[in-house]
């Protein structure tokens, strides 16, 4: 592992068999199809905003590169009475962006919003399972679980907010929401809406200053566009699709001016199907449209071979993941079979499927910027009409889809993707109860049995029994095909070659971010 010294720092590059200098400076430009909706931190749930907020605050805990969890805020902890109470003993170190010292009434505050019922957070599931929180000192919390909850340690991964800024705020209708203050490596500085966020590095943060002193998150709506700049240089760091990643970069430009990285990425893309809507009500209805999507050729012809079919709600790289279950395969014969049995058929002889004089159709919502999944959108609307069912393609921009559509609960079909934390449990996705405006169980999904095995995995701190269950889980909702689970994604970022000190781990390429730096002689942005 690297390691830092204060100053100009050396770095030893041995498989290179050169010596660079960490200097300090430079910027970096990165690109996303989406702006932020909100920088307060438990309010966000779009990757855009927690990209953000994961540079500009911090948990009391996070992955290593290796996947184990280590402290962040919190310096250690202790784990009692066999899981009900956790001991966090907090760094002394931190301070807030604006110099106010980070304590455990910081703690205490973030944990009330996040069980305020008037909070429209989404991650309060975590945190209403506790009994008790209570502050024993300024840097100590002790932590009281109601029953043992094994999530609990990894959930207090999430974003500590400022007690002495927010404690008499409104969250949905505050300026802080555009003006944050953190603890974190970066410290924000301006939000132009539509085109930038821009941070600078935190001087004081006490993991040591970043090398690189500005972040300028630039918002460009689609993913075309992002390519021509990357051919100007314009921005310095974009996640590929797998087209640019297998045949538009392989030139001597970007050779020479990026690098490229592939690694499996924990999270999945599905056709999620209102689960409300009366049209997906048979489960033979859902089971026929997964017999008629053909996943192989998606991950042939849209992922170009970058990817895996995706079988449920556990990549392959959990150990939660059922490999007993297997996709449903390309059967359109089966579909239609499984469509007459539920009612659809062409009565009319018009080329149409159509069940009591309705015709068989319904519109499928993806954001804009996203190519793989509006082409993704186009194969399965070509696929279901071979079947007989009409399918129309509206894109959404992206703040609008949020908020207009997946907020509200108004679509019949959606094409979106989960990243997902490294703890299998996903009870805010799949739990019945999670389906208030804002929450991620924004399908409708609601099974008994599910929520009785995602409430039993929480309980389980044996990692094997704990298996059992989220097999269970898994199998389930593959059975209930209320989404047509398509693919798990490689991660394709490209990172231009100045940047040093990247290493790849089982993590991805982000979390040694502030250990980044540019060279003196090769920085291209001097103005702090």
């Known amino acids: 592992m690297l390691k830092k010294i204060p100053l100009l720092a050396v770095f030893f590059l041995l498989a290179q068999g050169t010596v660079l200098a960490a200097d300090y400076g430079d910027a970096i430009i990165t690109a996303s199809i989406g702006d932020a909706s909100t920088l307060v931190p438990i309010l966000a749930s779009d990757s855009a905003s927690a990209e953000i907020c994961g540079l500009v605050f911090n948990g009391l805990v996070r992955y290593d590169k290796d996947l184990n969890l280590e402290g962040e805020l919190a310096e250690r902890w202790e784990i009692k009475e066999g899981g009900l109470v956790i001991i966090f003993h907090l760094r002394k170190n931190v301070r807030w962006h604006d110099g106010q010292p980070f304590t455990a009434r910081d703690v205490e505050f973030t944990y009330q919003k996040l069980i305020d019922p008037n ?39 999430m974003w500590i907010m400022p007690k002495h800024i927010l404690e008499k705020e409104d969250l949905s209708n505050t300026k802080f929401s555009r003006n944050p203050i953190g603890t974190g490596s970066y410290k924000f500085k301006e939000w132009k809406t539509g085109e930038k966020i821009v941070l600078v590095s935190n001087p004081d943060y006490y993991e040591g200053r970043p090398y690189i002193n500005r972040y300028i998150y630039r918002i460009i709506p689609d993913q075309a566009t992002t390519f021509l700049e990357l051919q100007t240089q314009g921005v310095d760091e974009v996640g590929l699709t797998p087209l640019q990643y297998t045949r538009q970069t392989d030139t001597p430009f970007f050779k020479k001016y990026y690098r490229k990285y592939k690694y499996p990425s924990f999270g999945y893309t599905y056709l999620g199907f209102n689960m409300k809507d009366p049209l ?74 159509d069940k009591d004089g309705d015709k068989f159709k319904f519109i499928i919502l993806t954001n804009m910027g996203n190519d793989t999944r509006q082409i993704c959108a186009e194969i399965i609307q070509r696929r279901l009409k071979e079947i007989g069912i009409d399918v129309e393609i509206r894109i959404i921009e992206w703040a609008t889809f949020l908020s207009e559509f997946i907020d509200k609960h108004r679509f019949n079909a959606v094409i979106m993707g989960w990243n997902l934390s490294r703890d299998p449990d996903c009870y805010d996705i799949w739990h019945s109860s999670k389906q208030r405006p804002g929450e991620f169980n924004f399908i409708g999904y609601e099974n008994k049995e599910v929520d009785a095995l995602l409430e039993a995995g929480r309980r389980e701190f044996d990692e094997e029994k704990r298996k059992e269950i989220y097999n269970k889980i898994h199998r389930l909702i593959f059975d209930d095909h209320p989404c047509i689970f398509l693919f798990v994604p490689d991660a394709l970022p490209m990172v231009h070659a100045r940047f040093k000190g990247i290493a790849p781990a089982p993590l991805g390429i982000g979390y040694n971010f502030i250990k980044w730096y540019v060279p003196k002689e090769e920085q291209r942005y001097t103005r702090w």
């Open 119 to 157: 909070v429209k957070t989404p991650y309060s599931g975590d945190f209403e399972r506790i009994k008790s929180l209570e502050v024993l000192d300024d840097h100590t919390v002790k932590v009281t679980y109601k029953e043992p909850f094994s999530p609990g340690l990894s959930s207090w991964g």
């Open 280 to 353: 997906f009500a048979d489960c033979r209805v859902r089971l026929a449209l997964d017999y008629a999507i053909d996943k192989d050729e998606i991950i042939k012809g849209v992922l170009l071979g970058l990817g895996r079919v995706s079988t449920g709600p556990f990549p392959p790289e959990s150990w939660a993941y059922n490999v007993d279950v297997k996709s449903v395969p390309y059967n359109p014969k089966k579909a239609k079979e499984l469509l007459k049995e539920a009612g659809w058929e062409d009565h009319d002889s018009d080329g149409w499927l």
